[in-house]
């Protein structure tokens, strides 16, 4: 006698399971790639304003002879917090100032993640260096190394060792 079994059309359940945790692996890693497609693209964001922030740096001073622009940054020196207001002792920001003063082409949000500082230069020129950095996700090697080169980078109030910045673009 033949056994006759009958076949049934479908999916077995271990069949069901191995399907769903191959889509679970594969969309758990396009996660992850799009994660870091999102942070490379917000720090492409910083480096643009940043070159845009200095393109107007070298407009104001070539109008004023210096890079210091007056009433904006901490106590209206033209340093500290790039993007930054709060009405006191940041009565406005660098970069709404220059925005303002149409050096800059359009407005920078505010934030805490960019900072400008204004140096002298060898023969003693007051404000005649710049450095502007920003705190990026994805830093190379050559952007912590550079940081640490640029105008008060480094020391007891440098950006590098103590704000935690790791990019920077200087003059």
Known sequence: MKANFKKDNGFTLIELLV????IGMLSSVVLASLATARSKSRDAKVRMDMKAVV???ELYRADNSNYQVLGSGSWGGGNGWLSFSNGSSYSKAV???LYE???LGTKIPQNT???????????GG???????SARLENPTAADI?????TC????????YTNYGMNFAIGN
């Not at 399907?19 to 191959?22: A, D």
């Not at 007051?126 to 502007?132: D, H, M, P, R, V």
């Not at 190394?145 to 080169?149: D, K, R, V």
């Open 95 to 97: 970069t709404d100032a």
């Open 145 to 149: 190394a550079n940081i640490q080169t």
């Open 126 to 132: 007051a404000y005649q260096i710049y450095a502007i």
């Open 19 to 22: 399907v769903i945790s191959i």
């Open 113 to 123: 993640t960019s900072m400008i500082y204004l140096c002298n230069d060898a023969s």
């Open 55 to 57: 393109t107007a740096l």
């Open 152 to 159: 008060n980078g480094t020391g007891p109030n440098g950006t």
């Open 101 to 103: 003063k149409k050096y």
